[in-house]
């Protein structure tokens, strides 16, 4: 069998991509409060020679928001804006997913009307939250019952209808980075002892639920998910990293999911994406500190069916262009990944042989 490069044409799924790299989910937190306009339809377009394009954490329902300017899914006005989105991409002919999305306990009580953010278990997290008067402690949140589980996993599926109306190609489950799927997941924010948490099975009911949920809504084959195998971010930690992703792989792997997507890291000795790939047999999505060699190298070597790229895209547009002819990186200014105007976000040209070095901003 030829070795596959990561510039062929992919199949993750119903999805057909032209190339195996992906533009990876980004917060940039420039929404007009919860919905899309014109500035995203410009970033977004600019973008359209990834092979599938993710869009940032956009939540379910009001109590899953956690940031400022973080876009939604759960009314008219936000699938209207997002609609604006994926007509721009399709005319230019790319092809996007929205990333389905609630905080949990990454949130605070100033965006839900003094009531406490929502969570697996009454786990205080670590760290401030980012509110729209500045960073406050986060606080400790309510654990959700059962009857309010059940309506959370209401609004991923009806997340997912309303993106599908929007005329998104496909949607994300953002099941990383300690927001509330993960939350569920790992030991150390789930303390329950009912049929939501306690062994590795129960713990994992959450995610298993919510794609089955979102997979009856939108499709099968056109639902991802992502999973942050042992990663600590937002203070996250398991007793047994390597037997609850595991777990969780190999669940996914009853559905008809059109892939998982994997933020890299070490676990137990091991990559998060061979760990995944031990027990998912689907297409495969790997992001996290790739550039050009190392992408073409996992592809090659058959780790992954496809690389994330996010910081990348930031300033690289046109990174499809760049890696494939092996163009210069142009660098990024962190000060304006986050809020704040089209500066640094849909100002950045594509390349220009000809054009002399632009330095960091």
């Known amino acids: 069998m030829a070795t596959a490069s990561l510039f062929d044409p992919v199949r993750l799924g119903e999805l057909a991509l032209p190339n195996r790299i992906v533009m990876a989910p980004m917060t940039r937190n420039r929404a007009s409060g919860t919905i899309p306009g014109e500035r995203n339809v410009r970033y977004y377009a600019q973008r ?12 379910v329902t009001p109590r899953g928001v956690g940031y400022p300017d973080t876009p939604g899914i759960h009314n008219d006005a936000q699938v209207h804006g ?9 005319r230019a002919g790319g092809r996007i997913a929205l990333q389905l999305w609630h905080c949990g306990r990454i949130s605070h009580s100033s965006y839900h ?11 205080r997290p670590a760290g401030r939250a980012a509110t729209t008067s500045g960073p406050q402690p986060l606080e400790t949140p309510h654990a959700l019952t059962g009857d309010e589980i059940r309506e959370v996993i209401a609004a991923y599926a009806d997340g997912a209808r309303r993106a599908k109306l929007a005329g998104f190609d496909a949607v994300e489950i953002h099941g990383a980075n300690g927001y509330l799927i993960d939350q569920f997941l790992q030991s150390g924010t789930n303390h329950r002892t009912d049929e939501w948490g306690g062994s590795i099975e129960r713990r994992a009911r959450f995610l298993f639920e919510v794609t089955r949920a979102v997979i009856d809504a939108f499709g099968p084959q056109r639902v ?3 999973l942050s195998p042992g990663g600590s971010y937002n203070d996250m930690h ?7 992703f595991g777990h969780a792989a190999a669940i996914l792997g009853e559905l008809p999911c059109a892939y998982v997507h994997v933020v890299e890291a070490q676990v137990a000795g091991q990559s998060a994406t061979d760990l995944v790939r031990s027990r998912y047999r689907g297409p495969l999505i790997s992001a996290g500190g790739y550039d ?3 992408a073409i190298a996992a592809i090659e070597a058959g780790r992954a069916d496809a690389i994330g790229f996010a910081r990348h895209y930031i300033s690289n547009p046109d990174l499809v262009e760049r890696l494939h002819n092996d163009w210069p990186l142009a660098p990024s200014d962190r ?18 042989p000809g054009a002399a070095p632009v330095s960091a901003r």
């Open 113 to 123: 009307g003094g009531l406490p953010p929502v969570s697996a278990s009454a786990v």
């Open 238 to 244: 398991d007793e047994d990293p390597v037997a609850t």
């Open 292 to 294: 050009r060699a190392t």
């Open 335 to 352: 000060k304006t990944y986050y809020g704040g105007s089209d500066a640094g976000y849909s100002d950045y040209p594509a390349y220009d």
């Open 82 to 90: 997002w609609q604006l989105v994926t007509e721009a991409v399709h």
């Open 48 to 59: 359209v020679t990834a092979g599938l394009i993710v869009t940032e954490a956009t939540q």
């Open 224 to 226: 991802g998910v992502r």
